[in-house]
C-alpha cells in the first residue's frame, strides 16, 4: 500500500493506492473526517455496485444511501447531475453530508460536480474503480459534465477529502479498459517520469497479466507525478497543462467520433503519437526517443484503427478547452521524461502530425519478451 | 462614491457604490483587469437591458455578447444555467472570457453560478441594479440557482473580480422593491451597525425619497458591513451565519408561499420580527428594544399581510440550508448592533413566535416627522 500526499492551495489530502480499501471504506473515512457523518451519499454505476456494492456496504454500520448513474458519457450531463442533487435533497442530504464517488471516471466527475455545488459544496472521497480514474481523473479535483458543444465544458475544481485507489478494483476491469487507462501511465512517463518509461517497458508482461505488485507501482508513480504537478499548479494556469500532453489531439479525436467508438486512454494515446511526431520534427526529441515512445503507446495497445479524415481531426482542434483567447496550445516532450507547453504550433505541422497517425496501424506490438 | 474592499481566503476586490458607475464600465473593468478580455458576456434581464443597456454599451469599444435571463424566481433554474452555459460555448467563450452580471439579486446568482463552472470557472463582476442586489447578494460570493425541493440549494462560492452599485439604477426602481430592499439595511444596521439603525430612523424620508446622498450612505453601511463578515468567514462556517438574521423563518415564509407572493426583503422583514420575539422572550434584547427594532422594520414597510398557518410555516422551518445534521439554527440579536447564532430554538419558541408574526399586521408605521 503506498500513500500520497496531494497539497494544493484550497486543500491537502492522501491518495491511497493499494488492496482490499473497499470493505475497509467506513474506518477510514472515520480516519479522515473524526467520525462519519450523519448522511453518506454513494454515487456509483449499476455494474460497479453489482460486483463491489456488498463488500463496500459491510464495513459502514449503517447503510449509506446509493445512487446511481447509467454507464456511459451520455450520462455525464447537466440532466443527470439535476437529478443527482434533487435525489440528496430529498433524501434531506444537507451541508455536513459526504458523497462518495464509487466507480470509474465518469462517476468520479459527476460526483465531485455534483458534491462542489450541492448546497455550494459539500466534501467527497474518490473511490475509483477502473484503472483511468486511479491514476488520473480522481487525483486533482477537476471535476465535470458535458455539453452537447463539447467535453467537459462546465465544472469546478474540487479537491476531495480522499482518494482510495483498490487496486482489487481492476481484477473485474475489461482488458480493454486496463489497456487504455495505462496510456495516462504511459503519458507520466514521458513528461515526467524517465524510470516510470523504463519500467513500463520492462514489465508490459506483469502489467498487463494484473500482477498486483507491478499494478501498485506504476499506479502509485503515475498518481505521485499527478500529484507533484497538481501541487504546484492547482488550476491549470500553467505546469498543470503538461498533464494535457496527447490531449490536444485527442479531444478532437473524441469530438471528431461523438465520444462513442474510443476509450479516452485510446485517443490519448493516439494523441501521444500525434504530438510525438510535432515533437520529432520540431527535434525536442531525437528520431530514437520518438520510435521508443511510439513503440512503448503501442506495446500497451492495440489502439483501435482511426478512419477519419485530417481535415476533420484538424478542424476538432479549434474547440479545445485549453485553448485562451484562440490560442491552439500544445503539450510537447523534452526528451523523456520532460515536457513544455508551446502556442505556436502551425496548422502545417498540425496536419502533417494527424495524418502521419492516421496513418498508423493501431496493432500492438509485439511484447520485448516474446521478441527474445 | 464609496469604495469598500472585499478580502476573503479565496479573493481581494473592490465594492464600488456611487452614481454613474454604469456609463463607465469598460474603462473600470480595464482598470481591475489590465484590458478587456477578447470576449465580455452580459448577463441580463429584457427590462433591465431595455431600461440601461444603451448606456452601458457606450464605453465598450467592441459590444459585449448579451444574453437573457427572463425575470422572475421561477428562471433561477439548472435549465436556465443549462442555456446560458451553452449559448457561451457556442459563442466560442473560452477561459479568458468575462461575464458580466447586470441586474438584480436572480441576474447576480445565476450569472455568477454560471461563471463559476463554465470551463470549470471564468471571472466576473457584478453590476446590480436592484437595493437588494447591490447591499447584499452582489457581495460575498455566493451564487445558485433553485431546485424544486428549496430555494438555493445547488450553488458555488465564486467572489466576483469586482461589483460595481450604481445609485443611479435605483430611480426606476419599483417602490416596492426599494422597500423589501431597505430591510436587508434594517438587518445590517440590527445585528452589526447601531449607528445604521440610527440613521434609518432618523432619515427614513429621504432614503424612501431616493435622495441619492441618503441612499449612497445606507447602501455604502450595508455593504461595510457585509463585506466585513465575508472577510472573516467567507464559507459561512460561523460569524457568516449571522447574516442569515430574519431568514429562517423567511425562508420558510418564501417556501410556504411558493415564492410567488413575496418578495424577498419581505419576508425577511417578517422573519426578523419572529426572530426579534424570539429574541425578546429569551431577553437577549428588551421589550424596549424589540419595540423600537420592530416599529423600524414597519417604518419600511408596508410588508404584505401573511395569510398562512403557523404549523405550515413551522414545518417549512425544517427544511432551511443552514441546518446541518437536523439542528435548527436561529440567528438572535444580543442587543442592537450585535447578534449571535443558537440552536436550541425549541418548537414552542418557533410556534409563538411565528403566531406573534402572523397576527401582526404589515401596514406601515407613520413616518416619524408625520408624528410630530
Redo the contacts between chains.
Keep these: 500500500m503506498q500513500t500520497i500526499c496531494v497539497k494544493t492551495a484550497?486543500a491537502k489530502y492522501d491518495v491511497v493506492a493499494g488492496s482490499g480499501l473497499i470493505g475497509s471504506l467506513a474506518p477510514r473515512i472515520e480516519r479522515v473526517c473524526g467520525k462519519l457523518?450523519?448522511r453518506v451519499f454513494v454515487l456509483t454505476s449499476a455494474p460497479i455496485w453489482g460486483l463491489w456494492g456488498q463488500a463496500m456496504q459491510q464495513s459502514f454500520s449503517e447503510p449509506p444511501i446509493v445512487m446511481f448513474l447509467p454507464p456511459g458519457e451520455k450520462h455525464k450531463t447537466?440532466a443527470s447531475?439535476?437529478g443527482l442533487?434533487?435525489e440528496m435533497?430529498?433524501a434531506g442530504g444537507?451541508?455536513?453530508s459526504l458523497l462518495i464517488a464509487f466507480g470509474g471516471g465518469i462517476v468520479g466527475d459527476v460526483g465531485g460536480?455534483v458534491a462542489?455545488?450541492?448546497?455550494?459544496?459539500i466534501p467527497y472521497i474518490q473511490v475509483p474503480t477502473t484503472f483511468l480514474a486511479q491514476v488520473d481523473s480522481s487525483v486533482g479535483g477537476?471535476?465535470?459534465v458535458n455539453?452537447?458543444?463539447?467535453k467537459?465544458?462546465?465544472?469546478?475544481?474540487h479537491q476531495p477529502l480522499a482518494v482510495f485507489a483498490d487496486i482489487g478494483a481492476l481484477e473485474t476491469l475489461p482488458e480493454r479498459e486496463l489497456r487504455a487507462g495505462l496510456m495516462e501511465s504511459v503519458k507520466a512517463g514521458i513528461i515526467r517520469d524517465r524510470a516510470l518509461v523504463r519500467f513500463m517497458e520492462e514489465h508490459a508482461e506483469e502489467v498487463l497479466g494484473r500482477d498486483a505488485k507491478s499494478l501498485e507501482k506504476v499506479i502509485a508513480a503515475s498518481i505521485r507525478m499527478k500529484a507533484g504537478v497538481v501541487n504546484q499548479d492547482e488550476?491549470e494556469s500553467g505546469l498543470r497543462m503538461i498533464l494535457n500532453f496527447g490531449h490536444t489531439v485527442g479531444h478532437a479525436l473524441e469530438q471528431a467520433t461523438g465520444y462513442k467508438t474510443l476509450l479516452h486512454g485510446e485517443v490519448v494515446g493516439w494523441g501521444m503519437v500525434a504530438a510525438l511526431y510535432v515533437a520529432r520534427e520540431r527535434g525536442t526529441i531525437t528520431r530514437a526517443q520518438f520510435s521508443r515512445l511510439e513503440k512503448l503507446i503501442h506495446l500497451y495497445g492495440p489502439l483501435p484503427a482511426l478512419k477519419l479524415r485530417v481535415n476533420k481531426v484538424v478542424a476538432a482542434t479549434g474547440g479545445d478547452?485549453k485553448?485562451?483567447?484562440?490560442v491552439r496550445r500544445f503539450v510537447l516532450p523534452l526528451g523523456i521524461g520532460d515536457a513544455g507547453v508551446v502556442e505556436d504550433v502551425t496548422a502545417a505541422e498540425l496536419e502533417a502530425a494527424v495524418g502521419y497517425m492516421l496513418g498508423r496501424r493501431g496493432e500492438r506490438t509485439m511484447l520485448p519478451s516474446c521478441e527474445a
Tied chains: 1, 2.
Design positions: 484550497s457523518p450523519r447537466l447531475v439535476e442533487l434533487r435533497a430529498q444537507d451541508r455536513g460536480f462542489s455545488i450541492f448546497m455550494r459544496g477537476k471535476t465535470g455539453l452537447p458543444e463539447g467537459n465544458l462546465v465544472g469546478s475544481f488550476r478547452k485553448n485562451v483567447g484562440g
